[in-house]
């Protein structure tokens, strides 16, 4: 059995949409996905980039994804990494392909001089949080998270 996790490629945007639309029905939100190919086109391969996806392969299948962006640290004075969306497929799951997509990711981190890596989790998913903590991850609850968006995002803009 073998594994391969590389960045994703020109063409592969309908794979990425596919986990996308897998998470978001895991997530309860399937309808809220509003993305087309051509917009992960233009996000991940566009003039100017604003994403970045990691698939992962088991024996040549495609068997899920990390999809990511640079945020920053004011307080470091850095970059680091944000990880939107990390989805194994079910029939993948239980053969460490999550934990090798957020290791990749870490070296990622560390061969940048990036201090972080993070996302958000949904407070539900206890499967996801026993699993992120199992690898060392730490809730911060400290802080809220806030959000503008649609109708008062165009009436904070005008």
């Known amino acids: ?6 960045a994703a490629r020109p063409g592969e945007e309908g794979v990425v949409l596919h986990f996308i639309r897998q998470l978001a029905e895991y997530e309860k939100l ?4 509003v993305a087309t ?12 980039p604003k994403a970045h996806c990691e698939l992962a392969f088991w024996n040549g299948t ?11 640290s004011t307080f470091k004075g850095k ?7 990390l989805f194994v ?9 999550g934990k090798a997509l957020l290791a990749h990711l ?8 990036l201090p972080r890596l993070q996302w958000w989790v949904l407070n539900w998913n206890r499967p996801a949080i026993e699993f992120y903590e199992s690898l060392g ?3 911060q609850d400290e802080w809220m998270v806030y959000r503008v968006s649609d109708e008062a995002l165009e009436r904070l803009g005008t």
């Open 79 to 85: 970059a680091g990494i944000y990880l939107e969306d």
């Open 37 to 48: 190919e051509a917009d992960l086109a233009e996000a991940l391969f566009g003039r100017a």
């Open 89 to 97: 497929a079910p029939e993948f799951r239980g053969h460490g392909i």
């Open 30 to 33: 399937a309808h809220e996905v």
């Open 137 to 139: 991850a730490a809730a």
């Open 1 to 6: 059995m073998s594994l391969d996790i590389r």
């Open 106 to 113: 870490a070296q990622r981190c560390h061969a940048e001089g």
């Open 62 to 72: 495609a068997a899920g994804f990390a999809l990511w962006f640079y945020n920053f």
